[in-house]
């Protein structure tokens, strides 16, 4: 069964640490990986897409890592800032020429001052 | 700005009414999607459309009827609502359909409460 599974489902962290959220899947054929960042009240906003062949992307203070062949992933958020309060979700893209998407259930981060 | 437009906001509404919800993009987009988010699950997708004129169906489309009239409009159409489709409802569009590394932009969602 195609899956998306995030961890921690809640975070709690202080203003200016760093912190790591990561997303295991189960899903064949895999085509790329997404995290989005969806804050309350929100539609989801895309942070970084990974295809197969690569194993890091960072879009400013965010960084992702893909490990395909253990299907992990992980988003490492360097020098929080309280805007960075959000839930980060793992989309996995999966199917070959029309992708479908799996959506993980996503990790709520709530940066403290 | 461009993006998507989605109305309304919130809406309460009674059970065994019909409901409407409109999604407008300015992005020109071919392909267009309504998602649902409900708490403890990913986002599931309902219907969507590649290009204006065709629709799909997706993983819970029961219950719900879209329309592509244009490429900029993409309403869901609740025909007869029931509590379990209380939710919030997320349209997104992306160039096209989703085939490589096409990045999805979503509107800032629909709440629907049935009684």
């Known amino acids: 069964k195609n899956q998306v599974e995030q961890s921690p489902q809640s975070l709690i962290i202080l203003e200016g640490k760093n912190c790591t959220l990561q997303?295991?899947?189960?899903?064949?054929?895999?085509?790329?990986l997404r995290w989005y960042k969806q804050d309350t009240g929100r539609g989801p906003v895309s942070l970084t897409i990974m295809t197969f062949s690569e194993n890091t992307k960072s879009n400013g203070r965010y960084t992702a890592t893909l490990d395909a062949d253990t299907k992990q992933s992980s988003l490492h958020i360097t020098a929080s800032q309280l805007s960075d309060s959000a839930s980060y979700i793992c989309?996995?893209?999966?199917?070959?020429?029309?992708?479908?998407?799996?959506f993980g259930t996503g990790t709520l981060l709530a940066v403290q001052p | 700005i461009a993006g998507i437009t989605q109305a309304p906001t919130s809406q309460i509404l009674a059970a065994g009414r019909r409901m409407t919800l409109r999604c407008t993009q300015d992005?020109?987009?071919?392909?267009m999607y309504w998602y649902r988010q409900d708490l403890g699950l990913g986002l599931r997708l309902i219907h969507y459309?590649?290009?204006?004129?065709?629709?799909g169906k997706g993983e819970v489309p029961d219950g719900y009827s879209v329309s592509r009239a244009n490429t900029d409009d993409f309403p869901l159409t609740l025909a007869s609502a029931v509590p379990s489709q209380t939710s919030v409802y997320f349209c997104a569009s992306s160039p096209r359909l989703m085939g490589g590394a096409n990045v999805l932009t979503f509107g800032a969602g629909s709440r629907l409460t049935v009684l």
């Open positions: 459309s590649n290009t204006a004129g065709t629709t």
């Open positions: 992005m020109r987009h071919n392909a």
């Open positions: 997303c295991n899947y189960t899903v064949s054929p895999f085509s790329n």
């Open positions: 989309v996995v893209a999966y199917g070959g020429a029309t992708n479908k998407l799996i």
